[in-house]
């Protein structure tokens, strides 16, 4: 089969198509037998760039085949799994899944809703899992509650606009370009302000915020904490920003406020039923119309360096797709 590997950690350039061996069934988090997905569309995300230049907490020995994130057709499954040959899934692959074959442990496969096409489904686990429990899980989201999202325009930021307001929250959408607004406002941002501009006083002219999400961190994160409302929340989610932010823990004696880590793999990994739990709310907010993946930019698989290059230099919206045979 055709695949893109990483052989050497030195960044997206030197990623190659390949043709190698299809993968056997077993999968390092399912040992006993995971789901086999003839991929039709593989999600690309900003560890991945991490990725190729060895730079992400998961280091695989090299080569290796990136890709966390598909959605296909199964072509075979272990027993007890409760998926058949032929349905249209989307699932956490971890590593693989920028290839024509993959595989996923049967706890990380989800049902693909019929209202939506191969590409949406590759951006349908990771970003919208990760949304869910950042607000909800982690973050204990309550209708009514306004939401302040970091990279708003980005995989993370536009499924978290789309899951706040799916489950009855007022957002603030913050973004660098007139670009990157337009895709917050379609996402379902009721404000947005600019990241260059005075965002931290306008936040406040607004009422402030119960929730911050953010996936950005750096030099923001002050200013976020000073954003919140008695008793609010900010929720670490990633450091796309580049530094990891440090704070002096006053301000949250101060002003009641937390500060709330959500690492979504570590936590759900371990908890089939957690997953269940969030796949099947995810599920509803699709039933209902509020979740639709944005599909920022769609490459062939051959076209793979480019997909991982607009990540990189911080270009892209919504989700970066690859497809098959596209
Ligand atoms: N905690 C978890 O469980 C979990 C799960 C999934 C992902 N993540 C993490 O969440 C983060 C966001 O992922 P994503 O898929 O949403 O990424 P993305 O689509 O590339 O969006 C990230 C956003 O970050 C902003 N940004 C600010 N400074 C940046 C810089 N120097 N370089 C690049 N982007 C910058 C950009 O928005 P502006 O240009 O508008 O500022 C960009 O839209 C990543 O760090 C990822 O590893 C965490």
Do not use: C
Request: charged share 25%.
């Amino acid at each position: 089969m055709r695949a893109l590997q990483i052989s050497q950690l030195t960044g997206p350039d030197d990623i190659e198509l390949v043709e190698v061996d299809e993968p056997s069934p077993e999968h390092m988090l399912a040992p006993d037998g995971g789901v086999v997905i003839e991929v039709r569309a593989a999600g690309v995300s900003f560890p991945e760039v991490l990725q190729s230049r060895g730079e992400y907490q998961f280091k695989p020995p090299t080569p290796f085949v990136p890709g966390a994130e598909v959605a296909g057709v199964v072509r075979s499954v272990p027993d007890g799994s409760g998926f058949a040959e032929g349905d249209r899934v989307a699932a956490m692959t971890m590593l693989g899944g920028f290839a024509e074959v993959a595989v996923a442990p049967p706890y990380l496969t989800f049902a693909l809703p019929d209202e939506l096409e191969f590409a949406e489904g590759a951006g349908l686990v990771l970003n919208y899992h990760t949304a869910y429990f950042s607000l909800v899980t982690r973050g204990r989201l309550t209708a009514g509650e306004t939401v302040l999202v970091h990279g708003a325009a980005g995989g993370v930021g536009t499924a978290t606009l789309q899951v706040a307001k799916g489950l009855g929250a007022r957002t603030i959408a913050i973004v660098s370009s007139d670009e990157k607004e337009q895709v917050a406002r379609e996402a379902g941002a009721d404000e947005v302000l600019r990241s260059d501009g005075p965002w931290k006083d306008q936040a406040k002219e607004l009422g402030g915020a119960d929730l911050v999400i953010d996936p950005v961190g750096g030099d923001r994160f002050t200013d976020s904490l000073r954003t919140l409302k008695e008793e609010g929340r900010l929720v670490v989610v990633g450091f796309t920003g580049g530094s990891i932010p440090e704070v002096k823990v006053n301000r949250l004696l101060l002003n009641n406020t937390e500060i709330i880590g959500a690492g979504w793999g570590a936590y759900v990994m371990p908890k089939p039923q957690v997953n269940r739990e969030i796949g099947e709310a995810i599920g509803k907010l699709v039933a209902s119309g509020h979740v639709r993946p944005l599909v920022g930019a769609r490459f062939p698989l051959e076209r793979g360096v480019e997909a991982l290059k607009l990540i990189d230099s911080r270009g892209a919206t919504g989700k970066v797709v690859l497809e098959m045979g596209a």
